[in-house]
């Protein structure tokens, strides 16, 4: 069994999603690259490198096979996004920009979903 804490590898920003979650992927390459940041992406769920076995990730992780979890360098969730979204890059831009509190700001039409509380680590088998 693996904890999300386990599979993070605690220098950089990760982007956890399912095996729906292939424009987060994108997004999250395009938007490194864009801020100059450091950010793994990490796919959970049958077929992927990160398999959930015995259904631990898909009972506990709050987000659609499609959504999407920020998970900050110290390992605690950032933001989530409990499903698609329109524009992947753009709101995944306008997330890290607020958390790492950098001024400009792109539009989007969608309000960034936060958590203010440490998440728990979701256990993988």
């Not at 950032?78 to 709101?91: E, F, I, M, Q, T």
Request: negative net charge; charged residues 30%.
């Amino acid at each position: 069994m693996k904890s999300t804490h386990d599979l993070t590898s605690g220098s950089r920003f990760t982007l956890i999603t399912g095996i729906n979650g292939g424009a987060w992927e994108r997004a999250a390459q395009e938007v490194s690259d864009k801020l100059g940041i450091s950010l793994d992406v990490l796919v959970i769920g049958a077929g992927t490198e990160n398999q959930d076995t015995y259904g631990d990730w898909f009972r506990q992780r709050e987000i659609d096979e499609d959504g999407a979890l920020l998970v900050r360098p110290d390992k605690h969730i950032a933001w989530r996004s409990l499903h698609d979204v329109n524009d992947h890059s753009g709101k995944l831009e306008e997330v890290l920009r607020r958390v790492l509190s950098r001024n400009e700001s792109p539009k989007t039409d969608t309000p960034v979903e936060t958590t203010t509380q440490a998440e728990p680590a979701v256990a993988l088998r």
